[in-house]
């Protein structure tokens, strides 16, 4: 069988081939490779794995074996990435690491041009962090089970309803919105109706029944200044106990008072 000349090379990629994950790079001193399959911590034929797609100016490591008796069979792959020891490399910069992660710790990050980054860390302490960016990102700890979740902008949708926590672009104003289904049909479907904040909205508006509709089966409204409505086609207000109306001034406009006990 005959021996291998085996060569190390530390080179930057210059080209990737995503489909046949293969990637073209050079060396620092000229050598060029082709289509270098590069290695991953795991993949399999079902699909199932840990796969990535390098990018052109990456650095990376190059192992290159030769036949001794056949100088062209040379066989190439890539074996793995690293940061260049200095401070740039190629005419590219050097990437930041990944800050404040403890030994025995992962992480893997994605880095897009305009500086935001998908982020997933699990540290050797057991907390977790999966993030698109510093203001968009989700911390599980093991700290009494603790989930905190930091947002612009947060939406559950479903079958059953929504919930929307969101904040207008360019300002500081903010909405909470939630509605709640019985059915999935658009027209008879939604019970309740919440909306709290927004721009234009009163501060606080609670539909019950058909939110939809002109009429609603009960309505609850704060306005900007503090003031309080209840408003439906018929209420009822029921206390086993006794019922109080508490104001400096109460009134009951253009209505007959029904039942029996002292008149208003």
Same mark, same amino acid.
């Given at each position: 069988? !005959?021996?291998?000349?085996?060569?190390?090379?530390?080179? #930057?990629? +210059?080209? &990737?081939?995503?489909?046949?994950?293969?990637?073209?790079?050079?060396?620092?001193?000229? %050598?060029?490779?082709?289509?270098?399959?590069?290695?991953?911590? /795991?993949?399999?034929?079902?699909?199932?794995?840990?796969?990535?797609?390098?990018?052109?100016?990456?650095?990376?490591?190059?192992?290159?074996?030769?036949?001794?008796?056949?100088?062209?069979?040379?066989?190439?792959?890539?074996?793995?990435?690293?940061?260049?020891?200095?401070?740039?490399?190629?005419?590219?910069?050097?990437?930041?690491?990944?800050?404040?992660? !403890?030994? @025995?710790?992962?992480?893997?990050?994605?880095?897009?041009?305009? @500086?935001?980054?998908?982020?997933?860390?699990?540290?050797?302490?057991?907390?977790?962090?999966?993030?698109?960016? @510093?203001?968009?990102? %989700?911390? #599980?700890?093991?700290?009494?089970?603790?989930?905190? %979740?930091?947002?612009?902008? /947060?939406?559950?949708?479903?079958?059953?309803?929504?919930?929307? /926590?969101?904040?207008?672009?360019?300002?500081?104003?903010?909405?909470?919105?939630?509605?709640?289904?019985?059915?999935?049909?658009?027209?008879?479907?939604?019970? &309740?109706?919440?909306?709290?904040? @927004?721009?234009?909205?009163? !501060?606080?508006?609670?539909? *019950?029944?058909? !939110?939809?509709?002109?009429?609603?089966?009960?309505?609850?409204?704060?306005?900007?200044?503090?003031?309080?409505?209840?408003?439906?086609?018929? *209420?009822? *207000?029921?206390?086993?106990?006794?019922? +109080? *109306?508490?104001?400096?001034?109460?009134?009951?406009?253009?209505?007959?008072?029904?039942?029996?006990?002292?008149?208003?």
């Amino acid at each position: 069988m !005959p021996g291998l000349n085996v060569k190390i090379y530390e080179c #930057y990629v +210059t080209g &990737v081939h995503a489909n046949d994950r293969i990637l073209d790079a050079n060396s620092k001193g000229g %050598t060029v490779f082709r289509g270098a399959s590069y290695l991953l911590p /795991w993949i399999s034929m079902n699909g199932s794995g840990i796969d990535c797609i390098p990018k052109t100016g990456d650095n990376c490591i190059i192992l290159s074996t030769t036949p001794s008796n056949d100088s062209q069979g040379r066989l190439s792959f890539c074996i793995g990435f690293k940061l260049p020891a200095s401070e740039a490399y190629n005419g590219l910069e050097l990437g930041q690491r990944i800050e404040g992660l !403890p030994q @025995g710790s992962m992480g893997f990050r994605a880095v897009a041009e305009d @500086g935001n980054e998908a982020l997933v860390l699990l540290t050797r302490g057991g907390t977790a962090v999966i993030g698109a960016n @510093g203001v968009c990102r %989700t911390l #599980y700890s093991p700290v009494d089970s603790s989930v905190i %979740t930091i947002f612009n902008n /947060w939406e559950l949708s479903g079958p059953g309803g929504f919930v929307k /926590w969101m904040r207008d672009a360019g300002n500081e104003v903010v909405e909470y919105r939630s509605q709640y289904r019985v059915s999935t049909a658009e027209e008879e479907g939604v019970r &309740v109706d919440i909306r709290v904040g @927004g721009a234009d909205a009163d !501060p606080v508006n609670i539909n *019950i029944g058909m !939110p939809n509709s002109d009429q609603p089966f009960l309505q609850v409204l704060v306005d900007k200044d503090g003031k309080a409505w209840l408003k439906g086609e018929s *209420i009822n *207000i029921v206390g086993r106990a006794g019922v +109080t *109306i508490d104001g400096a001034e109460v009134k009951i406009k253009n209505r007959q008072v029904l039942g029996q006990g002292d008149p208003i």
